[in-house]
């Protein structure tokens, strides 16, 4: 029987294919405002994306926060909020003390971040019912990089290889992974190790390529993973390959590569005889009692 955390999985080059084909005309952040993006969670690691890709895109200075974390004295000309649920508790308290304009990006209409944001973008095609967020994930930040100007014919196509091709057995047997990116990849290289950690709890870290030398190397050995989202820095497969240790990469759009980060994960938590569905400890939203 499938999963719905694999059914989800499977569906997101279509959900990406309908993202770039619909993007909001007047609603996300506009070129040259100075914009926050904030999130809680797998929210957050797509904000930091987003962020990057919108800086290196030139449409203006992105910085991205955990909810709780966002610098209030700090003066934005929009806050572009991400929350799956439309319920995450900080993601509401922020958007209900601020006096900037917002924009909300969210799966469920029926939610109080309909009225708590400006402007609301839904994605509704892309919610989940597992716990373990993917598709919704990864459909926003295709619709984000859409707006700012991106091709994403390769990248859908990379999503449909990430989503067929054969998981190798070394992945799903490893004893520990540490996901690298730089730029942009940086978040999704978060997310990969979040996924792991949710959905099969695996021993997992994550790192900007470049700082991986300086200290998390220490522990590459025998049976342990390094998997680089994006390209890899020169000279860090082989000190990798010294250790014993694994090192992954597949030339695949980082965004792609995620997919099959989040389908090991799935067959590391059917190994262990846990369901993917329902990780442990997790709820589909954070929502705190006053």
Same mark, same amino acid.
């Given at each position: 029987?499938?999963?719905?955390? *694999?059914?989800? &999985?499977?569906?997101?080059?279509?959900?990406?294919? @309908? !993202?770039?084909?619909?993007? #909001?005309? /007047?609603?996300? #952040?506009?070129?040259? *405002?100075?914009?926050?993006?904030?999130?809680?969670?797998?929210?957050?690691?797509?904000? %930091?994306?987003?962020?990057?890709?919108?800086?290196? $895109?030139?449409? /203006?200075?992105?910085?991205?926060?955990?909810?709780?974390?966002?610098?209030?004295?700090?003066?934005?000309?929009?806050?572009?909020?991400?929350?799956?649920?439309?319920?995450?508790?900080?993601?509401?308290? =922020?958007?209900?003390?601020?006096?900037?304009?917002?924009?909300?990006?969210?799966?469920?209409?029926?939610?109080? &971040?309909?009225?708590?944001?400006?402007?609301?973008?839904?994605?509704?095609? $892309?919610?989940?019912?597992?716990?373990?967020?993917?598709?919704?994930?990864?459909?926003?930040?295709?619709? +984000? @990089? !859409?707006?700012?100007?991106?091709?994403?014919?390769?990248?859908?196509?990379?999503?449909?290889?990430?989503?067929?091709?054969?998981?190798?057995?070394? +992945?799903? *047997?490893?004893?520990?992974?540490?996901?690298?990116?730089?730029?942009?990849?940086?978040?999704?290289?978060?997310?990969?190790?979040?996924?792991?950690?949710?959905?099969?709890?695996?021993?997992?870290? !994550?790192?900007?390529?470049?700082?991986?030398?300086?200290?998390? &190397?220490?522990?590459?050995?025998?049976?342990?993973?390094?998997? %680089?989202?994006?390209? !890899? #820095?020169?000279?860090?497969?082989?000190?990798?390959? *010294?250790?014993?240790?694994?090192?992954?990469?597949?030339? =695949?759009?980082?965004?792609?590569?995620? &997919?099959?980060?989040?389908?090991?994960?799935?067959?590391?938590?059917?190994?262990?005889? =846990?369901?993917?569905?329902?990780?442990?400890? =997790?709820?589909?939203?954070?929502?705190?009692?006053?």
């Amino acid at each position: 029987m499938t999963t719905h955390t *694999e059914a989800e &999985i499977a569906s997101q080059p279509s959900c990406w294919r @309908r !993202a770039v084909d619909d993007v #909001p005309l /007047g609603t996300l #952040p506009r070129r040259g *405002e100075r914009v926050a993006v904030v999130g809680c969670g797998t929210s957050w690691f797509i904000a %930091m994306a987003y962020a990057t890709l919108r800086e290196r $895109a030139g449409h /203006g200075e992105t910085d991205a926060f955990t909810a709780s974390e966002f610098p209030t004295g700090r003066r934005y000309d929009r806050v572009l909020a991400l929350t799956r649920s439309g319920t995450t508790t900080e993601v509401l308290e =922020l958007l209900a003390r601020i006096d900037t304009a917002t924009t909300a990006i969210t799966a469920d209409p029926n939610t109080p &971040i309909m009225t708590a944001a400006d402007e609301v973008v839904v994605l509704d095609y $892309a919610d989940e019912r597992s716990v373990v967020q993917t598709r919704f994930a990864t459909t926003q930040l295709a619709l +984000l @990089r !859409a707006s700012l100007g991106e091709d994403l014919t390769q990248v859908i196509a990379d999503a449909e290889e990430a989503v067929a091709a054969p998981l190798p057995g070394s +992945l799903v *047997e490893a004893e520990q992974f540490s996901f690298l990116g730089t730029g942009w990849s940086v978040g999704l290289a978060q997310e990969a190790a979040l996924k792991m950690r949710e959905a099969s709890r695996s021993w997992t870290e !994550a790192y900007p390529a470049m700082e991986y030398r300086h200290g998390p &190397i220490s522990i590459a050995a025998p049976g342990r993973v390094t998997w %680089m989202l994006g390209a !890899a #820095p020169g000279g860090l497969r082989a000190q990798v390959e *010294e250790t014993g240790g694994t090192f992954f990469e597949s030339g =695949l759009d980082p965004m792609a590569e995620l &997919i099959r980060a989040q389908r090991v994960a799935v067959a590391r938590a059917f190994a262990r005889g =846990l369901n993917p569905d329902e990780p442990m400890h =997790l709820t589909r939203s954070v929502i705190l009692s006053s």
